[in-house]
């Protein structure tokens, strides 16, 4: 079935260390997108791919980096620069233009910082 | 301010009732999105409208443009129901982020057998 796999579903990771999670799709969707998301608030974006070999800052994107150089894949790492980056992060995709489409996300990864 | 707010935060229900979920919305959209949250933390997506009304099943979704305000509805609701629900737009003008979607904080549904 198609659909969108992140892994790994629960992290740990000591303060100073880069994580990395994982989010790939085989619904053949041009748009992936990488969301926060933190008790009380609205889902975040941190960053927003629409092609391969290009992605976007959104809206809290400081101490996360992305890349795209697979459709299929749009891996993010959580930085030891991010300040407070305890959470569950949110990968998900749409197809065709930017906002027209419905949205599919995948199952979600927790981050703890010990 | 949220662009998009949301009603009840929490709402608890018996099995069987007929439940609504309320939705407002303060930007130009292009669509609006109802999406549920599975308790392990996955969301699936449950409608995408524009104008007037979708159902699936016991869900029905309305959406009102000129008032801005779009509903959810379970009808005869089941214990399986229980997830959070939340609300997200697709802006018809982007943020100078290049955001398209904001979302609600969601309701978080408890049916009682």
């Known amino acids: 079935d198609g659909g969108i796999t992140q892994s790994p579903k629960y992290l740990f990771r000591k303060e100073g260390q880069n994580v990395t999670l994982s989010c790939e799709q085989n619904?053949?969707?041009?748009?992936m997108y990488w969301y926060r998301q933190d008790p009380g608030q609205g889902l975040r974006l941190i960053y927003y791919?629409?092609?391969?070999?290009?992605?976007q800052k959104g809206d809290i994107a400081e101490g996360y980096s992305v890349s795209r150089e697979k459709k299929e894949s749009f891996p993010l790492t959580v930085t030891s620069a991010q300040k407070n980056p305890t959470a569950f992060y949110l990968c998900?995709?749409?197809?065709?233009?930017?906002?027209?489409?419905?949205?599919?996300f995948g199952e979600g990864s927790r981050l703890t910082v010990l | 301010k949220n662009e998009v707010e949301q009603s009840p935060q929490n709402l608890t229900a018996q099995e069987g009732e007929f439940i609504t979920i309320n939705c407002s919305y303060s930007?130009?959209?292009?669509?609006l999105h109802w999406l549920q949250q599975h308790p392990g933390g996955g969301i699936v997506s449950l409608f995408m409208?524009?104008?007037g009304k979708k159902k699936h099943g016991r869900l029905i979704a309305t959406i009102n443009i000129q008032e801005k305000h779009s509903s959810l509805h379970i009808t005869a609701s089941h214990p399986r129901d229980s997830a959070v629900y939340i609300c997200?737009?697709?802006?018809?003008?982007?943020?100078?982020?290049?955001?398209?979607?904001?979302f609600g904080t969601g309701t978080s549904l408890t049916v009682i057998p």
């Open positions: 998900a995709s749409s197809q065709g233009q930017l906002n027209t489409g419905e949205l599919f």
């Open positions: 619904l053949n969707h041009d748009a």
């Open positions: 791919s629409q092609i391969v070999n290009d992605f």
């Open positions: 930007v130009g959209i292009s669509a």
């Open positions: 409208l524009s104008s």
């Open positions: 997200a737009v697709s802006m018809s003008v982007f943020s100078n982020t290049g955001n398209q979607f904001y």
